[in-house]
């Protein structure tokens, strides 16, 4: 492959996680995608936020969930990806770093009230709060991938060491219990789909929820899909095979941030393509459905919380390999076994934060407001 070809696929592969992004963006902006809203409606679930919604962000997301799995399964089982080599899909992993990275995520996007995806959709809309957790999430990423927090990313990384020799639930279920292949599909891809569905569907909160919610859901979980197949077929270079990705933000808006500063002798991958996407889709919807409005901090405590809570997501997005997005949507829907203790933690830092809170506080506070 010449220098002028390569050239080329690196720019399609850059304007294919663009208008990855920018889809992303929309529709999470259109449909107020959060799981950490999903998280306080369910421990509170009649606070007022919970009932002016319509549809629960919980099921929302799971819905998003169901729709990713069945169509990421799909594509690897049509030969149209393969699984093995996404960035999910470890064959060894720490799984105490994976807990304590997906806690100190889920405490931290508790505090910012909103973890790096939905930071990136309310900046677009205005929310000054917003950039502040961003900056200081893609500082401690930085550092904990290549700085001064390096050490302590091995060292946490060290502890609880496991080899899988399967590293997805489907192989683990075919290779590893003896099941026939059908009956390896129908129970590691076919049941979570099924028990996520009735979760989000049967429930009739998500039945009188908003067009935008419903049509949002399907959106986000398809373009989980497109990810993973926009990277194993577009811009491709045989000589340089890199692994699967798709939707995911620490890693990527730390990349953004740096190549801001240090353009000069790098290459932009698809990653922070997806960041500035999200960014120009999400502000598209805002202005579109004018509610872009300029945020600010009503206090200093506000101001601490959001850079307190931006810093603990990057040390922990790093940690986790991920974020709601990163892994709660795109590892889960590989079904990669190192994805579930990195999710576990997110939910358990959240959910723990949010009852200390309540405590604290004897209420729930309100998620920035989109």
Same mark, same amino acid.
């Given at each position: ?14 304007? $294919? ?12 902006? $259109? ?20 009932? *002016? ?33 996404? /960035?999910?899909?470890?064959?060894? &992993?720490?799984? #105490? ?16 009230? $909103? ?19 961003? =900056? ?19 060292? +946490? ?25 059908? #009956?390896?599909?129908? #129970? %590691? ?13 049967? /429930? ?59 353009? #000069?002798?790098?290459?932009?991958? &698809? ?15 805002? =202005?579109?459905? *004018? ?27 790093? +940690? ?6 990163? /892994? ?8 990669? &076994?190192?994805? &579930? ?22 209420? /729930?506070?309100? %998620?920035?407001?989109?």
């Amino acid at each position: 492959m010449d220098a002028s070809s390569s050239s080329s696929s690196v720019s399609t592969l850059l304007w $294919a996680g663009f208008a990855l992004g920018c889809t992303f963006g929309a529709a999470a902006r $259109a449909s107020r995608f959060c799981l950490l809203r999903g998280l306080r409606e369910w421990l509170t679930p009649t606070a007022p936020q919970a009932r *002016r919604h319509g549809a629960p962000a919980l099921q929302t997301f799971a819905l998003a969930l169901a729709v990713a799995l069945l169509a990421t399964q799909w594509l690897a089982h049509a030969g149209q990806i393969d699984l093995g080599s996404a /960035q999910p899909v470890r064959g060894n &992993i720490s799984v #105490v770093g994976m807990l304590v990275g997906g806690l100190l995520f889920g405490i931290g996007m508790t505090l910012a009230r $909103a973890c790096g995806a939905r930071a990136l959709v309310l900046l677009a809309g205005g929310n000054l709060r917003a950039l502040i957790t961003l =900056l200081c999430m893609a500082i401690a990423a930085q550092a904990t991938l290549t700085g001064v927090l390096f050490p302590v990313r091995q060292w +946490l990384q060290g502890f609880g060491l496991v080899t899988l020799p399967h590293a997805t639930l489907p192989t683990l279920l075919q290779q590893g219990a003896g099941l026939p292949g059908m #009956v390896a599909l129908i #129970v %590691g891809v076919g049941l979570p789909v099924a028990a996520l569905l009735a979760y989000a569907l049967w /429930q009739p909160a998500l039945r009188r929820g908003s067009a935008a919610q419903w049509i949002g859901a399907v959106v986000i979980g398809a373009l989980v899909a497109a990810g993973w197949w926009i990277t194993g077929h577009v811009g491709i270079d045989p000589f340089e095979p890199v692994p699967l990705t798709s939707l995911s933000f620490v890693g990527p808006v730390a990349e953004a941030v740096l190549y801001l500063q240090v353009a #000069v002798g790098r290459t932009l991958n &698809i990653g922070p393509a997806i960041v500035v996407g999200t960014l120009c889709g999400a502000a598209a919807m805002a =202005l579109a459905t *004018r509610t872009a409005r300029w945020e600010g901090f009503d206090s200093p405590a506000r101001f601490a919380a959001s850079a307190i809570g931006g810093l603990l997501m990057g040390l922990g997005g790093v +940690l986790a390999v991920g974020c709601t997005i990163g /892994q709660g949507l795109s590892g889960l829907s590989t079904l990669a &076994i190192a994805s &579930i203790p990195a999710v576990i933690g997110i939910a358990a830092g959240a959910v723990l934060t949010i009852q200390i809170q309540s405590t604290i506080f004897h209420t /729930q506070p309100e %998620g920035l407001p989109a």
